[in-house]
């Protein structure tokens, strides 16, 4: 469902006792740090030395999960890498992106969930065990992108009548058996027990930065997933029990911020990922308008505070030295345009030259940045008790990575940046 253009959506919520419409089974929910049945990676990186590991817990203790690894390239989502991945009850799957040194970018994985296998002619089900793990980098990025995004959907979960240990082969036949005779996947059989996190690390300095990954729960899949066809949200309305728009709803938000350090040679990245946008698809079919416009990109305005409140911008004389102030728009407003954006926080420069992928601080080296994002407001509940359902805000993933400097090293964290409208009930 394509939304009206927003101001008509603006007025729309000042009318009194405007209806907005709501998905036919409204579900799916955000889980911040749980668990769910579709897992979003906002970045894995490889350039600079960099590798990046993957982690999925199935947090079931008696059934199996199969689940559809999905990495995205950073500009217009095209599919760059996909593959299936068996996890027993209780069992954790670990892979790493890395790029080789014939400059493909691939995944490396020891790990026997990762199963590697032919399908039957004329279908789009598992036949054959060709391998069970990815050791060296056989699975390779079509395109060799130094950064992307990552989507686990669980395809379905297996039942088992004996209790664990389950052997990967029983895990396999026993879905390919389910695929090949049609059996049809039910809400009943995608259960919310996923997790994972991404974790990045370099060699060379010896940094390690983890992220828990984002988690919805109740998207259930409705189909068999392969890797031999494109999977994503854009197709969710026509193929999986959540619409892409109650996908947006739920991870809806505005206001983000963080705080930065640029001072003694620390450094602070922004992250804004896009998820929802698949511009790879020919149809958008979500509810974020700047999204709908052939897959548009996003303007936003940057807020720049340091430690004193002093906020960065103001003309003077004379000046406004205590928050709240108005900022100066930059003469040319920044856009976001890609489905990864990366957000260089640089100290000196000047505001007025900030672009979308650097803010320049001039003076401050120590302060908070908001980051914000063309607003629409939210037409379509991702759930009937937990939704932002009439709240003004976009569909992103707004993380940060800040570089400390102690003085002997550079030790980085990376986090989710806060943001207002994370799931209000009615």
């Known amino acids: 469902m394509l939304k009206k253009s927003i101001a008509a959506a603006i007025g729309a919520v000042l009318v009194a006792g405007t209806a907005f419409a709501q998905t036919t089974d409204p579900k799916v929910e955000w889980s911040p740090g749980g668990k769910g049945d579709l897992l979003i990676a906002p970045m894995?990186?490889?350039?600079?030395?960099?590798?990046?590991?993957?982690?999925?817990?199935?947090?079931?203790t008696t059934d199996s999960a199969v689940a559809k690894v999905v990495f995205k390239g950073p500009g217009i989502s095209e599919e760059v890498l996909d593959f299936l991945i068996f996890l027993s009850p209780g069992d954790v799957w670990t892979g790493t992106v890395v790029r080789n040194s014939d400059g493909s970018v691939?995944?490396?994985?020891?790990?026997?969930?990762?199963?590697?296998?032919?399908?039957?002619?004329?279908t789009l089900c598992p036949s054959t065990i060709v391998k069970s793990e990815f050791v060296p980098t056989e699975v390779k990025f079509r395109t060799p992108h130094d950064l992307a995004y990552v989507e686990i959907f669980q395809s379905r979960m297996i039942r088992h009548a004996t209790p664990a240990p389950i052997a990967k082969q029983v895990v396999f036949d026993a879905y390919k058996a389910a695929c090949l005779q049609g059996v049809q996947i039910t809400e009943d059989l995608t259960d919310?027990?996923?997790?994972?996190s991404v974790t990045l690390s370099n060699a060379v300095n010896g940094n390690k930065l983890t992220l828990p990954m984002t988690a919805l729960a109740n998207f259930n899949n409705r189909r068999y997933l392969s890797p031999l066809a494109y999977t994503g949200l854009a197709l969710a309305s026509a193929t999986n029990g959540a619409s892409?728009?109650?996908?947006?709803?739920?991870l809806w938000g505005s206001g983000y911020s963080f705080p930065f350090n640029n001072g003694n040679g620390n450094l602070t990245f922004g992250i804004v990922t896009f998820p929802t946008k698949d511009t790879w698809s020919p149809t958008y079919n979500g509810q974020y308008a700047p999204f709908a416009?052939?897959?548009?990109?996003v303007a936003v305005n940057f807020q720049v505070r340091n430690?004193?409140?002093?906020l960065l911008g103001v003309a003077a004389p004379p000046s406004c030295r205590v928050s709240p102030c108005d900022s100066v728009i930059p003469?040319?407003?920044?856009?976001?345009?890609?489905?990864?954006?990366v957000i260089a926080v640089a100290n000196g420069g000047s505001f007025a030259n900030t672009t979308g992928s650097v803010v320049n601080t001039q003076t401050f080296s120590k302060g908070w940045l908001n980051v914000g994002l063309t607003t629409d407001v939210s037409d379509t509940a991702s759930n009937s008790r937990w939704n932002n359902l009439g709240q003004a805000g976009a569909p992103a993933l707004v993380t940060y990575i800040n570089w400390d400097f102690s003085g002997i090293s550079l030790q980085g964290t990376w986090q989710y940046a806060t943001k207002n409208f994370s799931g209000i009930g009615n």
């Open 44 to 60: 894995v990186m490889t350039n600079g030395g960099w590798n990046s590991q993957l982690k999925v817990i199935n947090h079931s």
């Open 106 to 122: 691939g995944v490396a994985s020891s790990d026997s969930s990762s199963i590697l296998f032919d399908s039957t002619p004329g």
């Open 307 to 310: 430690e004193e409140e002093e």
């Open 331 to 341: 003469p040319s407003v920044p856009r976001l345009s890609n489905e990864i954006n």
């Open 244 to 250: 892409k728009a109650a996908v947006e709803d739920a």
């Open 293 to 297: 416009t052939g897959g548009g990109a």
């Open 192 to 196: 919310n027990v996923l997790s994972g």
